[in-house]
């Protein structure tokens, strides 16, 4: 479960507004509010960043964003593992609300100016419109493929593509985003994420890599609504 917002955090999350220099004269007070509600109710992660930390950070650029694909139908139907992965009718599916989600990630992201250069999602129909949602374009990758429980794709397999995969990513002066499974990133990385959830990856000098925060997409929300401004007056 997660944790509330102490003072400190919230401290820390109108510092990093400051930082991206949003906290402008003509900011409405309505928004300020609504990131500080938002704040208060958002999770912790230890000693991880949270949104309003990690947003500088991505804009300069050199992450891996690694997502688990967002909310699936309820109830769904199991994957059929005997049936090509392009076959949409044979696995569990984004709900409405997974769509949605995607898109609204997308848009925060976008809004923040936070640059994505690269898109790679597992070949599963749920990543890959994750990823179409979320970002308007990506190509398979069957390094993020879901592991089979019942097939030689174990976990410890899929564990190691993944892992493969993202030694060979440079970000560079952007950002890649990889979209792939709960199972396969937490046997990867020990991250737990929930469906929609981002963890951000930052390559060290050695070849390791180090998680340096995590959020849901919809955390970016309030900080790209006080990027944009204040809400137009309805004449």
Known sequence: MRKRFDGAKLGLLVAAAGMLGLMSPELSAQAQAQAQVH?????GHGNSLDAGALVPLLQKGGYILLIRHERTEVPARADDYSKPTTDCMAQRNLSVAG??????SGKALSALDIPVEMVLASPMCRSMDTARFMFGRTKADSRLMHHDPAGARTLDVAAADMKALVATLDPGASNIALVSHVANIWRAYSISLAEGEIAVLQKQADGSVKVI??????????????KLGPVPPVE
């Open 213 to 226: 925060g995590q959020a849901m997409g919809s955390d970016f929300g309030p900080f790209a609504r006080i």
């Open 99 to 104: 769509y949605a989600g995607s898109q609204e």
């Open 39 to 43: 704040a208060q109710h958002t999770a």
